[in-house]
């Protein structure tokens, strides 16, 4: 990501997809904690704020918008996505298959800018689809224990804190 190789990244986020192209939530879900941004964050801030950097400007050139962001306005973009990360754990490729999906014009089109907060009410929608997708996974897994026999019912704790703690 750091060095801007479009078909690397496209190549890597295949593993957080489905066959139909749709981000696979539970693939992301694995992604451990010390991964993901905000651990990213404390270790070396100016390294991630760059590696966002680098993936916002990216797709910003995909867009063919007549007035896009300047460099300055995409480095406090990235710090503005990495100061929320932590409300949801977010991961490098949430970011990344994000702007996949807004680049397609699956959050609606783009016409002639992109500016903050028009970026993030859009990435808010990914966040929204992605806190649904934990929450068929919570479902489906009470769904599965209610239907073993009584005494494999046992959730221990350390079962319930990992699936919180990688959302």
């Known amino acids: 990501m750091v060095t801007g190789n479009k078909q690397e990244i496209n190549i890597i986020l295949r593993s957080y997809k489905n066959d139909n192209g749709s ?73 990344m298959l994000f702007m996949q999906k807004l680049i397609r014009g699956e959050y609606g089109k783009l016409y002639e800018s992109m500016d903050i907060p028009k970026f993030m009410e859009m990435f808010e929608i990914y966040r929204e689809e992605r806190w649904q997708a934990v929450n068929r996974l919570h479902e489906e897994r009470q769904v599965q224990n209610k239907a073993l026999p009584e005494n494999s019912r046992l959730v221990t704790l350390r079962d319930l804190m990992t699936v919180k703690k990688d959302i």
């Open 23 to 95: 981000v696979c939530f539970p693939a992301l879900f694995g992604i451990r904690t010390e991964e993901r941004l905000p651990s990213l964050f404390k270790r070396d801030p100016a390294q991630i704020v760059s590696t966002i950097s680098v993936g916002l400007t990216l797709s910003f050139e995909s867009m063919n918008l007549s007035r896009p962001m300047n460099g300055s306005q995409i480095t406090d973009l990235a710090e503005t996505i990495l100061d929320s990360s932590h409300e949801d754990n977010l991961a490098l490729e949430d970011i």
